[in-house]
């Protein structure tokens, strides 16, 4: 799967999507929650005869709530089974934001 694929895949929930964080402007503000996010955290490629010889990308997407929604987990994680993506998961409740942060953890093989 590719990252373009994973993109449109977390758009087909329905909710807005955004690669790292939404810019707001005038004219197209930060979209309230529930919203995704979704960025590399690391990579773990497979070297090989000293060359990186399969890339294998570590992607956290983040799913951001008001309130503890599972419906809006259970969306997500229903599209991520769909995809057949392992995931792991986290939950962290954001002060500042006043906002809870569900993360969960997926890998992308040669994407």
């Known amino acids: 799967m590719t990252l373009q694929e994973l993109n449109q895949a977390l758009k087909s929930t329905g909710m ?3 690669y790292n964080e939404f810019k707001g402007t005038a004219k197209t503000p930060v979209p309230a929650p529930p919203f995704i996010t979704y960025q590399l955290a690391y990579n773990s490629d497979m070297i ?3 060359a990186n010889y399969l890339d294998v990308g570590n992607y956290q997407i ?6 503890k929604d599972p419906a809006a987990e259970s969306l997500v994680q229903s599209k991520l089974k769909e995809l057949q993506l392992p995931y792991s998961k986290v939950e962290v409740y954001l002060d500042d934001e006043k906002l809870f942060q569900i993360i969960y953890q997926v890998q992308l093989i040669g994407g």
Do not use: F, I, S, W
Request: glycine share 0%; no cysteine.
């Open 16 to 18: 807005p999507v955004a």
């Open 62 to 67: 983040e799913l951001y709530t008001d309130k």
């Open 48 to 50: 090989a005869d000293n």
